[in-house]
């Protein structure tokens, strides 16, 4: 099992940037993959961003160039680089680790960007 424990959301005004991270506990060297997905109100989660364990990253079409996903040396923790932040970015992120035993999710960190 994994646990996971997100920090680093908040307020950041149109163009700022904020670093997410997530840290994975537990049994953690059978992780394939971590991630990021979001959620605004009223809409689906959808996924931002996810590197492997082999450090593939893909990025969801409206973040590339801004966003950019890395993980640790250990691989037990995964960080979400957020920069030009804009107010349609505003949403719950979560972290996601995809392991042998199934998917765990975080409990979300709230991403407000707003003048």
């Known amino acids: 099992q994994v646990q996971l424990v997100e920090s680093g959301g908040g307020l950041v005004q149109p163009g700022g940037s904020l670093r997410l991270s997530c840290a994975a506990s537990?049994?953690?060297?059978?992780?394939?993959?971590m991630g990021w997905y979001r959620q605004a109100p009223g809409k689906q989660r959808e996924l931002v961003a996810q590197i492997t364990s082999g450090g593939t990253t893909i990025y969801t079409d409206s973040v590339k160039g801004r966003f950019a996903i890395s993980r640790d040396n250990g691989r037990s923790t995964v960080y979400l680089q957020m920069n030009s932040l804009k107010p349609e970015d505003t949403a719950v992120y979560f972290c996601?680790?995809?392991?042998?035993?199934?998917?765990?999710w975080g409990q979300g960190t709230q991403v407000t960007v707003s003048s």
């Open positions: 996601k680790v995809l392991h042998v035993s199934g998917a765990y």
């Open positions: 537990g049994s953690i060297f059978s992780i394939n993959a």
